[in-house]
């Protein structure tokens, strides 16, 4: 079965610092990487997908199959990044997400 | 644009009585819809696929004669969730995906928070 981990629920870092949020998963075939933002009462939106290889906001996220890992990186971390971050999975075009459980990230000035 | 939209945004009700909820999609036609499910500071969980036009999918351990789900038009589907227990207490989200573009991009609706008392 698909599994979406993100292991870390809060992550504090000070503004300037290198922001690293880990997601792994579990899927034997070929999966699509998502990462999702939500601000504080705001929807969940799409930050970035790992098919387009771009950087949002100034974060990137690489897919290692080998590692089975898809990190949010951002070397400088903005007060205005603090919000909730999802690792999601969708796999055999099936349109469908699995999320992990979501990492808190406070980026403090 | 791409903007989905959720109604109510609150609900409490009693228990025993049925509730339903409205996403829908304001900018696009959407061939495929989502319900998620997420309880307290937990991730959101996947509930069912939403077709329209034909029956949704529901996925492993969700009650389909529950959550009745009904995608009757290319922008709207609704989530009835039937004889309301506590338990069912919640929040709902739907997600639509547009045609025509990345084919798994997911727009999400705002959330409603279901209380059954």
């Known amino acids: 079965a698909q599994r979406v981990t993100q292991p870390e629920k809060l992550l504090s870092v000070f503004k300037g610092a290198p922001v690293e949020l880990k997601c792994n998963y579990s899927y034997s075939g070929s999966p699509e990487l998502f990462w999702y933002v939500q601000y504080s009462r705001q929807r969940l939106q799409l930050l970035l997908r790992?098919?387009s290889r771009e950087s949002i906001k100034g974060f990137t996220a690489d897919l290692n199959k080998g590692e089975t890992s898809f990190h949010l990186k951002k070397p400088f971390a903005q007060e205005e990044d603090s919000a909730m971050y999802y690792c999601?999975?969708?796999?055999?075009?099936?349109?469908?997400?699995?999320f992990g459980s979501g990492t808190r990230l406070l980026v403090r000035p | 644009g791409a903007v989905v939209s959720q109604h109510p945004s609150r609900v409490i009700c009693k228990s025993g009585t049925s509730v339903k909820i409205e996403c829908r999609s304001l900018d696009f036609q959407a061939t495929t819809m989502f319900w998620y499910r997420q309880f307290p500071k937990q991730s959101l969980m996947l509930m069912a696929t939403?077709?329209?036009?034909?029956?949704?999918?529901?996925e492993q351990g969700v009650e389909k004669d529950k959550f009745l789900i009904n995608h009757a038009s290319l922008t709207l589907s609704t989530l009835t969730v039937t004889s309301a227990h506590p338990e069912d207490s919640s929040f709902y989200i739907c997600s639509a995906r547009p045609p025509g573009q990345y084919t798994d991009t997911q727009y999400f609706g705002p959330g409603t928070r279901l209380t059954v008392l």
């Open positions: 790992h098919i």
């Open positions: 999601a999975l969708s796999w055999d075009s099936s349109y469908k997400l699995i």
């Open positions: 939403s077709n329209e036009g034909s029956k949704a999918t529901y």
